[in-house]
């Protein structure tokens, strides 16, 4: 499915009255972990309360023990601090990287934003290297944008 075609289906996803905030968001990593060949890991983590860290939220992949994640540490970490997105060709080449898996290859993490506070982002590792392009960031910048809506 391209981007295009799944714009749609993201907003069906966030209108429907009948699943909660946490089922919609289960939903919208479902749907791209299967429909990107190359988004092998989708998650969200969000602002825990008044601490500066990052606690994980609803996620499709292999399990993870990065559950909280401090706010500057890793790449999740570092978007928290930034509110810029960050994407990254090849995870070997990063020093301040946490790593999942060894199968991961590249990230790509995009900021939410709900009145101009970053709340949280998105999340997806690839195992294969450099496969992100700006076509990847807008599309997860609307992303971001629908999930704004229901938080």
């Not at 429909?35 to 969200?44: A, I, K, L, M, R």
């Not at 997806?124 to 076509?135: G, K, Q, V």
Request: charged letters at 25%; glycine letters at 6%.
């Amino acid at each position: 499915m391209t981007f295009s075609e799944l714009k749609p289906e993201i907003t069906k996803i966030t209108t429907n009255a009948s699943t909660t905030s946490d089922e919609k968001l289960l939903n919208i990593c479902k749907l791209l972990e299967t429909s990107v060949d190359y988004y092998n890991w989708v998650g969200f983590y969000f602002k825990n309360g008044d601490k500066h860290e990052l606690k994980l939220g609803p996620y499709v992949g292999e399990p993870t023990d990065h559950t909280i994640i401090p706010f500057g540490k890793g790449i999740c970490g570092q978007v928290a601090v930034s509110n810029q997105n960050f994407v990254v060709p090849d995870v070997k080449a990063q020093d301040n990287y946490i790593a999942c898996s060894i199968t991961v290859k590249a990230e790509i993490v995009v900021p939410i934003f709900v009145n101009g506070e970053n709340i949280g982002q998105i999340d997806i590792d690839s195992n294969t290297a450099d496969p992100f392009t700006e076509a990847d960031e807008r599309f997860l910048e609307f992303v971001c944008k629908e999930v704004a809506k229901i938080l």
